[in-house]
């Protein structure tokens, strides 16, 4: 059997490190969508999680965000 050539995968600017990255992760956004690398959005995640406890102790509400992993 042939050795399967793996396709060119969809190359995305990082939203913050703005680097080319075809491991990346896209956010769904109230703004539409955003495309992060898998390193900033790892980041940003811990960063996200920290500001949700926030918001509750706050009591505020920051607007639904939707996550998707792809
Ligand atoms: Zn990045």
């Given at each position: 059997?042939?050795?399967?050539?793996?396709?060119?995968?969809?190359?995305?600017e990082c939203?913050?490190?703005?680097?080319?990255?075809?491991?990346?992760?896209k956010?769904?956004?109230?703004?539409g969508?955003?495309y992060?690398?898998?390193?900033?959005?790892?980041?940003?995640?811990r960063?996200?999680?920290?500001?949700?406890?926030?918001?509750?102790q706050?009591?505020?509400?920051?607007?639904?965000?939707?996550?998707?992993?792809?």
């Amino acid at each position: 059997m042939a050795k399967k050539r793996e396709k060119k995968k969809k190359e995305f600017e990082c939203i913050d490190c703005g680097e080319m990255s075809s491991d990346y992760y896209k956010v769904q956004t109230n703004k539409g969508n955003i495309y992060k690398c898998s390193n900033c959005y790892e980041d940003w995640m811990r960063r996200m999680v920290r500001s949700q406890y926030a918001s509750q102790q706050t009591g505020m509400n920051n607007g639904g965000l939707n996550y998707t992993d792809e």
